[in-house]
C-alpha cells in the first residue's frame, strides 16, 4: 500500500484493486482444476494499477452468469466473484476457453 500511496493512488483504490486481485486468485485457486502454476502480474503504468490472473485449467465457455454485472439473490452461495470484481474496477475482462485455461486482467 506504501508504494501505491508514493504513486500519489489513493487508499480506497488500492483496497478494491487489492479484494478484485483477491478475488481473481480465489477463483482460480478453486475453479482451475489444475497443478499448473497460477501467474499473477501486477504493474504500474502512470497512475493506474493493472493486474493479471492467468491459470492453466479446465477454462470454461462464457455464459450469461460470466458476463453479469449484478450480484446474484442475497441468500445465493456462489456467484458473487465476477460482479465484484466488475466493481472494484474500471477495466475488467475474462477470457477463457475450454481445456485453455482462464486470464482475468
Known sequence: MAFAQLQGIGNAD???FIGAVGEALANAIEHA???EPIEVSVWLLDDRL???VCDRGVGFL???RTVA???PEAFA???RGLPIMRRFT???SVH???GQGTALH
Open 96 to 98: 477463457s476457453a475450454p
Open 77 to 79: 452461495e456462489r456467484g
Open 50 to 52: 493493472f493486474a493479471s
Open 90 to 92: 474500471d477495466i475488467f
Open 69 to 71: 454485472q449484478q450480484l
Open 14 to 16: 488500492v483496497a478494491d
Open 33 to 35: 482444476h489444475t497443478v
Open 62 to 64: 462464457p455464459n450469461e
